[in-house]
């Protein structure tokens, strides 16, 4: 199937600081991708749809302005955790839809947010 | 919005044995997906569903998928300890796609 590779799988970071995680389709072209948080043993929590070259989309309770998304290529959509706080430690997952084969959405590994 | 709820939340299971875990949803989709999870890591998929009466089997594992009942069932046979996981249904409706709350299975030997 296809690849979605997630960067990086494991951060660690101060309260405060800014995070960015990456979301790349290694093998095809995706016009959508989607941002979910998980918690322990939970479900996961769609946070926004971002569109290439266009603005995301964000779910009711998602703050756009400490969450941002930027989908600015066709291969390539990148979640910044902005001002991270303790409660913003979580696993947070990518996944993209491949253009040529909407019913089908392939996830990246997930990455693990600790804030300190 | 759309509601999936998964049943039963939590299941232990002996080797050899077989059970059946549920998916239902609240509104129309044309799209069931079935996803392991394994701790502390990401999603596998398993089934894709795209159709009323759709039958797909893997191995111990075989989905199925009533859209007029709005109902997926994940069927596990002859359950081995290799199929510990937490296992998620999801609906695809339009753009988005909408997960159920997950099953986390414990086969035990």
């Known amino acids: 199937g296809a690849v979605v590779s997630q960067h990086p799988s494991r951060v660690i970071c101060k309260s405060g600081t800014s995070v960015k995680i990456e979301c790349r389709s290694l093998d095809f072209q995706a016009t959508t991708m989607f941002w979910y948080r998980q918690f322990p043993k939970q479900s996961l929590m769609l946070m926004a749809t971002s569109n290439e070259g266009s603005k995301a989309t964000y779910e009711q309770g998602v703050e756009k302005d400490k969450f941002l998304i930027n989908h600015a290529s066709l291969t390539l959509s990148t979640l910044t955790v902005t001002s991270a706080h303790p409660e913003d430690s979580s696993f947070y997952i990518c996944?993209?839809?491949?253009?040529?084969?909407?019913?089908?959405?392939?996830f990246g590994q997930g990455t693990r947010l600790t804030v300190v | 919005e759309l509601k999936v709820e998964q049943n039963p939340l939590f299941l232990s299971m002996q080797e050899g044995k077989n059970y059946t875990i549920y998916c239902n949803y609240s509104?129309?989709?044309?799209?069931l997906y079935w996803y392991r999870q394994d701790p502390g890591k990401s999603l596998e998929s398993l089934f894709v569903l795209l159709s009323n009466g759709a039958v797909k089997q893997e191995g111990r594992l075989m989905a199925s998928l009533d859209t007029k009942a709005r109902l997926s069932t994940l069927h596990i046979t002859a359950a081995v300890h290799d199929l510990s996981a937490t296992y998620f249904c999801a609906v695809g409706t339009g753009n988005q796609f909408y997960f159920g709350t997950g099953t986390s299975l414990t086969v035990i030997p």
């Open positions: 509104t129309t989709s044309d799209r």
């Open positions: 996944s993209a839809r491949d253009s040529r084969a909407l019913t089908e959405a392939f």
